[in-house]
């Protein structure tokens, strides 16, 4: 059964910087378009960054966009969110999830707005990030 953990959220000033890793587990992570999304408090789930399962294609947010990068590392099964020049607004609980559907299709939509929850069948359990001075 596929499981996805995410991990290395915490406390950070604004300005500053996190990495956040999302650990594929049970299934080889090469297999598996990952989106990361996140959700503050009293707002809606929203994409941030995509990527496809070869790690060859990569789109953000237009919000993060020049601030958080996606990668991976399919040898480790894990996938990456480095989040810099953090802001109040970053403050949320973050998620990875998972899809293998066609990569086109999930590009496309992640390319106009963002990864679409709608697409991703398998989610971590999240984890908090909060940006405060």
């Known amino acids: 059964q596929l499981q996805l953990v995410e991990s290395g959220g915490g406390l950070v000033q604004p300005g500053g910087s996190l990495r956040l890793s999302c650990a594929v587990v049970?299934?080889?992570?090469?297999?598996?378009?990952i989106g990361w999304f996140r959700q503050a408090p009293g707002q809606e789930r929203e994409g941030v960054s995509c990527i496809s399962s070869s790690g060859g294609s990569t789109n953000s947010a237009v919000s993060v966009k020049g601030r958080f990068s996606i990668s991976r590392d399919n040898a480790k099964n894990t996938v990456y969110l480095q989040m810099n020049s953090l802001s109040l607004e970053d403050t949320a609980v973050y998620y990875c999830?998972?899809?293998?559907?066609?990569?086109?299709?999930?590009?496309?939509?992640?390319?106009?707005?963002?990864?679409?929850?709608?697409?991703?069948?398998?989610w971590g359990q999240g984890t908090q990030v909060t940006v405060s001075s």
């Open positions: 049970g299934f080889n992570s090469d297999k598996y378009h």
């Open positions: 999830a998972a899809t293998r559907d066609d990569w086109t299709t999930v590009q496309h939509m992640c390319v106009q707005y963002g990864p679409q929850l709608y697409q991703y069948g398998t």
